[in-house]
């Protein structure tokens, strides 16, 4: 949590993680590669100064034989002299085949046995050898043995001269001072130079940071700006695109959330338009029911009082649904509820909204009405049905159905602009007994689909009815047909509007 | 109960340019959804001044209200052009909501389609 709170730490950390690591592998290969070079360096210089020493070991035996045979000490002393003049050169002595020293730098040497180094042995071959020590005083020493041979058989004598490998070890320790004295200030150098060199190559890092931190805090408006051409530079274009993409859809989310709120206010409008209760009136119950396919629908029901004793009803259903539907029945139902108060013909008052409706209506929108009045004190149904589905009446006295339309049928309203709809709009008046259910509904209803694609239909109604017949109250039978075509329906979503109205006579 | 298709529209058009008459045969269901597709073939006809259509119903399981709408409509642009539609050969299904609209009043209805093109020339 720590460093995705503090990201600036960790950037700065990575800077140094990153210089540091460099550095190590940078200053392991300095001292690896130095090491071997100054190996091979070792190597070189101890073979040149052991084959020099050779070559001295076999001028001492090759001009020391015969001083050595004669006993000419003088010119065995000068010899051992001349050797002794050499660089690096430790001692130098020639001993005779019982091991006494006959001539050594050190003239109290001679005369006296001589003490083999540590591990050195009488030569007994005929070739010099090298065999390294280590004197007390003088550190590593190669000591060159080469054996005096008389007359290519018998040995009478070894030479020994003592190399020391001090100045090797001086120049090869000599090159490691100047090694590391440079391999320590190019790695400083190159600590800094590492550090401004990560340092450039994170800005562009720091800058997708500083993206990704605006457009935390919500500015979608955030580009990076241009890099250079590389992989930091392609990233850059696409956090810039992917900004612009999020900020786009964004946009398009609020636009669906401004759209649904809409549709909420819409749809709490349209309720707000439709009934909130059902008549209470002695001799008769009511039920009714409205589900919108969407969130706002085209279908519509109402009741409306036009006096003591008579009760409008109506049922309509606007052609296509959704928001232009739901405008047009908003439209409708206004006019609807004037035209009811003035005229007391449910044909008249559907004649009147054809004649308003028919010059506001183009596209070839319609809206099928079905309009009917109630007498509650002499029980009649007065009806007038513009191409709407017929209402279907259970005559509980003769024990059958009665299909309330019109015959011949009518056009709906809005699609003629009078004569011809006049002509064909008929009214009608049926007496209702006890026990007479009436049921207006839109074609939602009959049409509802369930999963095999088949419809409730007017036979669905009809066997409904038959199965609820001695339901006692309409509103338990509504919500029993609501349920059953609920129950119909399963999961396939509804299709269209439905709105249905039951009335019952006690 | 009777049962429709699933929702989808397939529109052909054939052309009898001698007597000047547009065939349009629909397969599938007209409602709120294919509307909108059978209204693009329909008003891309009456751009190219097709004003004479015999609707082929004879595969349409059903229209629903927005479909009905879109016939009503183009009726009144054709006739405007002194043109007409006619629908032809509707199944039983169909031709039920037709009548309960009352559109035989508005709309000529045929048979078949070569009814239709029958009364065209007359």
């Not at chain 2, 599938?28 to 119903?57: C, F, H, P, W």
């Amino acid at each position: 949590m720590t460093s995705v709170l503090h990201p600036k730490s960790r950037k700065s950390s990575v800077k140094v993680e990153l210089a540091l690591w460099v550095m190590l592998l940078l200053a392991v290969s300095i001292l690896v590669l130095t090491w071997f070079t100054l190996r091979q360096e070792r190597e070189a210089l101890t073979q040149e100064v052991t084959r020099r020493g050779m070559a001295l070991a076999q001028y001492v035996a090759a001009h020391g034989q015969d001083p050595f045979l004669t006993n000419d000490k003088l010119t065995l002393a000068t010899l051992v002299a001349d050797v002794m003049k050499n660089e690096d050169m430790l001692y130098a002595l020639i001993i005779d085949r019982n091991g006494r020293v006959v001539a050594s730098d050190k003239s109290d040497l001679i005369g006296k046995a001589y003490t083999r180094p540590r591990g050195d042995y009488p030569l007994d071959r005929p070739a010099a050898r090298a065999f390294t020590w280590t004197h007390p005083q003088a550190g590593r020493v190669i000591d060159i043995g080469i054996p005096l041979i008389l007359q290519g058989t018998s040995k009478i004598g070894e030479v020994h001269l003592g190399v020391s490998k001090s100045t090797i070890d001086k120049v090869v320790r000599r090159a490691w001072k100047q090694v590391t004295l440079v391999a320590f200030l190019f790695l400083s150098g190159g600590l800094l130079g590492s550090i401004v060199l990560v340092t450039l190559m994170l800005r562009p890092i720091s800058e997708l940071t500083k993206g990704v931190e605006a457009i935390g805090g919500g500015n979608l408006e955030y580009q990076i700006p241009a890099m250079r051409n590389n992989e930091l530079g392609e990233l850059a274009i696409t956090f810039n695109r992917m900004t612009l993409e999020l900020k786009a859809a964004t946009e398009r989310a609020l636009e669906q959330e401004r759209i649904k709120k809409e549709l909420q206010l819409a749809h709490q409008i349209q309720q707000s338009l439709l009934p909130k209760h059902t008549p209470q009136v002695e001799g008769f119950s009511f039920g009714a029911l409205y589900r919108a396919a969407k969130e706002v629908g085209g279908d519509y029901y109402d009741f409306l009082w036009l006096d003591k004793h008579k009760l409008g009803i109506a049922v309509a259903d606007v052609c296509g649904k959704g928001i232009p539907a739901a405008m047009l029945m908003s439209v409708a139902r206004s006019m609807l509820k004037g035209m009811a108060h003035n005229f007391s013909s449910p044909a008249q008052v559907v004649k009147e909204l054809n004649r308003l409706l028919h010059s506001d209506l183009k596209g070839g929108m319609f809206i099928t009405v079905f309009y009917a009045v109630l007498d509650i004190s002499k029980k009649t149904f007065t009806y007038a049905s513009a191409g709407h589905n017929p209402a279907m009446l259970w005559n509980s006295t003769h024990q059958k159905f009665r299909l309330l339309g019109s015959e011949p049928p009518c056009l709906p309203v809005g699609v003629d602009k009078g004569t011809l709809f006049e002509k064909l709009l008929q009214e009608k008046k049926i007496a209702l007994t006890a026990g007479d259910v009436v049921v207006l509904y839109t074609d939602g209803v009959t049409e509802a689909m369930n999963a095999e694609r088949e419809e409730f239909g007017e036979s669905g109604l009809q066997a409904f009815l038959k199965q609820h017949k001695s339901a006692s109250q309409a509103g338990d039978l509504m919500r029993e047909l609501d349920g059953q075509l609920t129950s119909f329906c399963g999961d396939v979503p509804q299709n269209d509007d439905i709105a249905a109205i039951i009335l019952k006579v006690d | 109960m009777s049962t429709r298709k699933d929702g989808t529209i397939q529109v052909e058009v054939r052309y009898d340019e001698k007597r000047n008459i547009t065939m349009v045969d629909i397969t599938g269901v007209v409602d709120t959804g294919t509307t909108l597709i059978l209204d693009e073939k329909l008003s891309a006809l009456l751009r190219e001044q097709r004003y004479k259509m015999i609707l082929n119903m004879e595969k349409v399981t059903y229209v629903s209200s927005a479909g009905w709408g879109l016939f009503i409509s183009l009726l009144h642009k054709t006739r405007e052009h002194h043109g007409d539609i006619k629908l032809a050969s509707m199944t039983n299904e169909v031709k039920n909501v037709f009548n309960l609209l009352a559109f035989s009043n508005l709309i000529y209805s045929y048979k078949s389609v070569d009814d239709a093109i029958d009364a065209f020339g007359r």
